[in-house]
């Protein structure tokens, strides 16, 4: 054990994570930053960042033999001690050059568990976990078997890609194929689930030496899918410590990490609550902070903020040193975000004690809120999201999927 500065590789195709990056380097390591060259004017905290290297294009547009000839190149100078995805859509990347380069952490076939929907239903329903009914795309009869044994509605979801980006209702057998043909060789990268209606949950934890050692649950008051399918202002808040739901999905997301093999780091687990039989069925997880600011409002209601401890988390492993998780505040706090019809919208007019961030993206308007009250939280959210419906919000349509993951 030593506290030796040690040499961290980043992976990031989206400006997120200057937390993570920061208190890498104040622990007093080396950083490096690799991210789009569409991306070389934002505002990335280069004072604690060693050297950043650029790829052409954005994500799928990357050559991985190219970064990984780059890569290669930096380690002739430095030893490399971790590689860190601070993406979704880096988490492909990062397991590569691990295998490639023969450096410890999460490997390919663990990595799909977090990126690939397929694997891990298949995963969770192989150890036990309760997941809604679900068929992949590669067999007809298959298929069939499933429209004429689970009632409809069902969703076809791409397998790789985040959030609810490409995700497909259909109400019917003809619709289902007729959506299925439409794919055509897309197929593969598809599957098919029943739409279960109930309350959608997040846990959003930390974890470390195979242990969830920090999570809040909090619910998704207007899910991703509903906004992305029909518009809508995105709400969610955490839920009361200690209630039913939270110690039922508090004990669902410790067995999700066990089962795929989450040793130590960061975690974003979506969990729905049927409506009709009141169970919890597992969605979806990822291998990285939670997006559209979550982590603040994790923050806020936690004192926790989990990008800087998961970057400790990253840190205290490479060295062999102890981690220590600070004091948990057991606050409540919730955000309301929607898209603006204004690049800078003026946001002053929410002005109540409770604002504690304001989000800082173009054509974006959202708050997060936080208090010891939790109604008071909800109360906020819902005035929130009437004035921002009718003062501020727009829709864009949902870009049909051209490349996959």
């Known amino acids: 054990m030593s506290n030796k500065p040690k040499t961290f590789l980043c992976i990031s195709n989206y400006f997120k994570g200057g937390a993570f990056l920061t208190s890498l380097k104040k622990a007093g390591n080396k950083v490096f930053l690799v991210t789009s060259e569409k991306l070389r004017d934002s505002a990335w905290p280069h ?9 052409p294009g954005q994500d799928l547009d990357w050559d991985l033999d190219r970064l990984l000839i780059g890569v290669a190149g930096v380690m ?52 036990g976990v309760l997941v809604p009914p679900f068929s992949p795309l590669f067999n007809d009869e298959e298929i069939n078997h499933f429209a004429d044994t689970v009632p409809a509605p ?49 846990a959003d934890s930390l974890n470390l030496d195979d242990k969830v050692i920090f999570c809040v649950v909090s619910r998704y008051l207007a899910t991703p ?4 399918q029909g518009g809508g202002i995105f709400r969610s808040a955490n839920i009361p410590y200690g209630s039913a739901d939270d110690k039922a999905i508090q004990k669902a997301n410790k067995q999700v990490m066990k089962a795929f093999g989450m040793k130590s780091g960061a975690a974003h687990t979506e969990f729905i609550k049927g409506r009709e039989d009141g169970k919890i069925y597992f969605l979806e997880t990822s291998s990285r902070v939670g997006g559209a600011h979550l982590a603040e409002m994790v923050d806020a209601a936690s004192d926790v903020n989990l990008w ?21 505040k057991k606050g409540y706090a919730g955000i309301v975000l929607t898209l603006s019809k204004f690049q800078d919208p003026d946001l002053s007019g929410f002005n109540d004690t409770e604002v504690c961030f304001r989000v800082p993206l173009d054509y974006h308007a959202g708050l997060i809120v936080k208090s010891d009250s939790k109604e ?19 829709v864009a349509e949902q870009e049909k999927v051209k490349k996959f993951h």
């Open 47 to 55: 004072e604690y960042i060693d050297e950043i290297f650029y790829m």
């Open 76 to 127: 002739k100078a430095n030893k490399i001690d971790a590689i860190v995805a601070l993406d979704d859509y880096d988490v492909e990347k990062a397991t590569f050059l691990r295998e490639s380069l023969r450096i410890p952490g999460m490997g390919q076939t663990t990595g799909r568990y977090f990126r690939d929907k397929l694997a891990m239903r298949m995963k969770a329903k192989d150890e």
């Open 154 to 202: 069902w969703v076809l979801k791409p397998r790789s890609e985040a959030s609810a980006h490409g995700i497909i209702k259909v109400h019917d057998k003809d619709s289902l194929w007729a959506n299925i043909h439409e794919l055509g060789d897309n197929r593969v990268r598809y599957l098919v689930e029943q739409f279960m209606p109930g309350d959608v949950y997040h």
């Open 225 to 228: 899918m509903e906004i992305s």
């Open 308 to 328: 800087s401890e998961w970057a400790l988390i990253e840190d205290a492993k490479a060295k062999g040193l102890a981690y220590q998780l600070p004091s948990v």
């Open 376 to 394: 008071r939280v909800l109360q906020l959210l819902d005035e929130y999201a009437e004035r921002l419906s009718r003062d501020f919000s727009t």
